[in-house]
């Protein structure tokens, strides 16, 4: 079955701390999104990536094909980074099929 | 622009009653899909299109109907509403399929009581 497991479940963090959020998948993809979701609802897309490394202020996200994992890093944290963050992934027999893991919930405290 | 837009916010139903959610998204994309998320759970994806016309499943289509007759729109009808249908909705829309950026509506929180 096409998984995807994020880790840690919950983080918490002090204001200024370097933060990963990591992300595994079970077999060969085509896509993975990072996406936020802010406590009250609203679900934005950080980051799409298929290969390599990308970066947008002070989050930068990776992705290792061969190992299958995939890693958000936020630089110099802030309360307003605290939200939920979920990977998403489109795997490869699936062109129309994303598959979302359950998310990390990160808590910058002050 | 709009981006994606969803309606109701809130809804409470009594079982059995049918529904519809109301989904647009004003940037002309192909793509458009609604989940389900509920807690402890990933997002799960309800059902899909790909274009004005053409419509499939994802993961979890039972006890749910979609149409996509313009490009526009995409309502998603609960079609005799049960407990556990409740949950809160999202649609998504993208150009072309969903390797590109995904543009999220803001969610209906729905309740059948």
């Known amino acids: 079955k096409n998984e995807v497991e994020q880790s840690p479940q919950n983080l918490t963090a002090q204001e200024g701390e370097f933060i990963t959020i990591n992300c595994s998948y079970s077999v060969g993809i085509s896509a993975l999104h990072w996406l936020q979701q802010h406590p009250g609802g609203g679900i934005v897309s950080l980051f799409m990536?298929?290969?390599g490394k990308k970066k947008h202020g002070r989050l930068i996200a990776t992705i290792n094909i061969q190992e299958k994992h995939s890693s958000l890093h936020i630089t110099a944290s802030h309360p307003r980074d605290s939200a939920v963050y979920i990977c998403?992934?489109?795997?490869?027999?699936?062109?129309?099929?994303?598959?979302f893991g359950k998310g990390t919930l990160l808590t910058v405290n002050p | 622009n709009a981006g994606v837009t969803q309606t109701p916010k809130f809804q409470v139903l009594k079982t059995g009653q049918s529904m519809t959610l109301q989904c647009a998204q004003d940037?002309?994309?192909?793509?458009m899909s609604w989940y389900r998320q509920d807690p402890g759970m990933g997002l799960r994806l309800i059902h899909y299109?790909?274009?004005?016309?053409?419509?499939d499943q994802g993961e979890v289509p039972n006890g749910y109907n979609v149409s996509r007759s313009t490009t526009e729109d995409f309502p998603l009808r609960l079609l005799s509403a049960a407990p556990s249908q409740t949950s809160v909705y999202f649609c998504?829309?993208?150009?072309?399929?969903?390797?590109?950026?995904?543009?999220f509506g803001p969610g209906t929180r729905l309740t059948v009581l």
């Open positions: 990536l298929s290969s």
């Open positions: 998504a829309s993208s150009r072309l399929a969903p390797y590109n950026e995904q543009f």
């Open positions: 998403a992934v489109l795997f490869g027999g699936s062109n129309y099929k994303l598959t």
């Open positions: 299109s790909v274009g004005a016309g053409i419509t």
């Open positions: 940037m002309n994309h192909e793509y």
